[in-house]
């Protein structure tokens, strides 16, 4: 008997596109919506399951072989550095983190802005990021509701994901330097695409072949 | 009382009297297989000079150092491979002959810890130094199949790559160092998408480019060789194949090629390999179970150039993997009980001593007891027999 492949799906923006791609190369179930109660929701048919988790968890759930392959943002792979493969670039989902300021509080330099306090989701990235600029900072880890952080006094810059930059500049904020472009990826556990092999390069050489098609479409358009 | 008396440092695990039995005994059962293809066991300490095990690109990061009285920095083994070098280097310089060696060894990493990957884990493993053609990494390879049967796992599975298939391929690209590295690091870490940007930011001939973009996915059998024989225009990649096509056919005559595939993306984080390298994986667990190959530069570096290859085996994941596969560890050996009544302390004391000289495996009371009492004793810790001294 053929073996199920599970796979994770992030709750959120990617959601929606992810179900509709993985549909497109014949991945599909009953059911699977983001507010679904049903935690595991499988297709006997096609020997297919899927769990819906929360995005930050989901390279964990992967990581770990709970889930076979997942959809998840380069952003999130990046912050939290799980062993994980990388399988194939969706090119949906886009989005940059970046760093930004107080539009009356901008500096001439990068540099110029040492010692200060980052507001950010992503500590991790903004660490590193900082520590290539060659400048301390502190980091405040904050959940959500990054932009309130230079707003109330909590700090004075913030790291941030950014999609169009309209949430910024409602806030009066000001975008200083770009710190990475993010798009969905598909990620694997590592013995999951040594042992199930066949099946995992179909799914990335169907998904390449929808991408490329779509690509193409739109060039038509 | 300080907060840390009661706990273990972070990646350390006590291992409890029943697995500690079953582990030795899985140990025992693989050193004495090593023994049997003709591999002598060494030992080399516990800790060396940093100097050591720097170089090779292996970062002393994940490594726990210390100084000595002269400030000299020390350093946990962090693999046994490195050790045994070392040692053949030096102590066994005059040795030209072909070493067989094998060992059982603690090492020591900082990892993020996980079940089955702790910062300090067991590794049993075997060198083959001094031979450098097929024949001996067909050795290699057949002993890490039978070492894994032997061990108890039943479905698993070896994947082969070649170092030189991949030197092979950077070459033919003429790539910058920088563009190098970032290869081999998206090859490491498995970053597919990754590994298509870098290859389209280097310009690379087109066909060749193809290759690089399709290397995480160039699984297969033996045919997938062949394949790639007639598509590559490198001889070195071409040479590559042909040495792990050799390796394949030697493997057959040991009968242990249906565990075997290939994986032509495959390299492994520890960067000393030159040849043929190989992982080995079961279903239920999230990394490897075994790994190696060929590393013949790593010998130079001790003044004493010599071809080489090898394998190891973490002793804490086949467990895992045996307890996941829902397969059972050995039971306790049959204990016999002597108890005593009271003033028989003596002559309990000479019958266990009796006993334990025949090979029974002997629990004696701490003290005098009734016969009932006795009763409750062997009931309560499952003896299997007991012995009662009036």
């Known amino acids: 008997m053929e073996e199920y492949i599970t796979i ?9 596109r992810s179900l509709d791609l993985l549909g497109k190369v014949g991945y599909s179930a009953e059911g699977v919506s983001e507010n679904s109660r049903k935690l595991v929701i499988a297709n006997e048919e096609t020997k297919v399951r899927f769990i819906i988790t929360k995005t930050v968890d989901l390279p964990t759930y992967v990581e770990y072989g709970a889930a076979d392959i997942g959809i998840i943002g380069k952003d999130v792979l990046l912050e939290e550095q799980k062993d994980v493969y990388e399988l194939l670039d969706l090119g949906f989902g886009k989005c940059r983190l970046m760093m930004a300021v107080p539009e009356a509080k901008k500096r001439p330099e990068l540099k110029d802005y040492a010692h200060l306090r980052v507001a950010t989701k992503y500590p991790r990235c903004a660490r590193e ?10 980091i405040v880890k904050l959940n959500g509701s990054i932009e309130l952080g230079p707003l109330i006094g909590l700090s004075e810059l913030i790291v941030d994901i950014v999609e169009t930059g309209t949430t910024i500049k409602e806030n009066k904020l000001m975008e200083v330097d770009s710190i990475f472009t993010s798009t969905a990826r598909l990620i694997a556990n590592p013995v999951s695409f040594k042992l199930k092999f066949e099946r995992l390069h179909k799914l990335v050489v169907d998904l390449r072949a929808v991408l490329a098609a779509e690509k193409g479409d739109k060039k038509a358009k | 009382m300080a907060d840390t008396i009661l706990q273990v440092p972070y990646g350390t695990r006590d291992v409890l009297p029943g697995e500690a039995v079953a582990r030795r005994q899985m140990e025992d059962k693989i050193c004495s297989l090593f023994a049997l293809w003709g591999y002598d066991e060494v030992a080399t300490p516990t800790f060396e000079y940093l100097d050591t095990f720097a170089g090779m690109g292996q970062p002393g ?7 000595d009285r002269k400030d000299n920095i020390l350093m946990l083994r962090t693999d046994m491979t490195t050790p045994i070098a070392r040692m ?5 310089r005059k040795d030209e002959s072909v070493k067989r060696l094998s060992y059982r060894a603690q090492l020591f990493r900082y990892e993020e810890a996980q079940a089955g990957r702790q910062c300090e884990f067991t590794q ?6 001094g031979a450098a053609g097929a024949a001996a990494d067909a050795e290699v390879i057949a002993l890490a199949v039978s070492t894994l049967m032997e061990a108890g796992l039943k479905d698993f599975n070896i994947t082969l790559g070649h170092m030189e298939f991949i030197n092979g391929l950077i070459e033919a690209a003429t790539l910058t160092e920088e563009q190098a590295k970032d290869i081999k690091h998206c090859l490491i870490r498995r970053n597919a998408a990754g590994l ?11 066909q060749l480019a193809l290759i690089f973009k399709e290397l995480l996915f160039l699984h297969g059998g033996i045919a997938l060789l062949e394949d790639m024989q007639k598509r590559v225009l490198s001889r070195r990649c071409w040479n590559a194949l042909e040495n792990l096509r050799e390796i394949y056919e030697l493997a057959k005559a040991y009968g242990v ?3 075997l595939s290939f994986d032509l993306g495959l390299t492994r984080s520890l960067d000393y390999y030159t040849g043929m390298l190989f992982e080995g994986y079961a279903a239920g667990m999230g990394y490897s179970l075994i790994g190696g190959g060929r590393y013949d530069n790593m010998m130079q570096r001790f003044g004493k150039p010599c071809p080489a290859t090898g394998f190891a085996l973490g002793i804490d994941r086949i467990a895992l993997t045996l307890e996941r596969q ?16 009271e003033g028989k302390t003596a002559e309990g004391i000479r019958a266990a001593c009796a006993l334990r000289k025949d090979g029974k495996r002997v629990k004696l009371a701490d003290r005098a007891m009734t016969e009932t009492e006795m009763q409750e004793a062997v009931q309560e810790n499952h003896y299997s027999t007991w012995k009662y001294i009036r």
């Open chain 2, 61 to 67: 990061a994940g490594a726990f150092k210390f100084f």
């Open chain 2, 257 to 259: 090629e249906r565990y």
């Open chain 2, 124 to 129: 049993c493993g075997i060198e083959m130094m």
């Open chain 1, 129 to 138: 990021y900082f520590d290539k600029l060659g400048i301390q900072m502190e």
């Open chain 2, 326 to 341: 829902g397969m059972q560890f050995a039971e306790q050996p049959e204990t016999l009980f002597v108890a005593y009544g």
């Open chain 2, 88 to 92: 053949v280097a030096t102590r066994m």
């Open chain 2, 196 to 206: 298509e940007n870098v290859v389209e930011a280097a310009k690379i001939p087109e």
């Open chain 1, 8 to 16: 994770a799906l992030p709750k959120g923006k990617l959601f929606k």
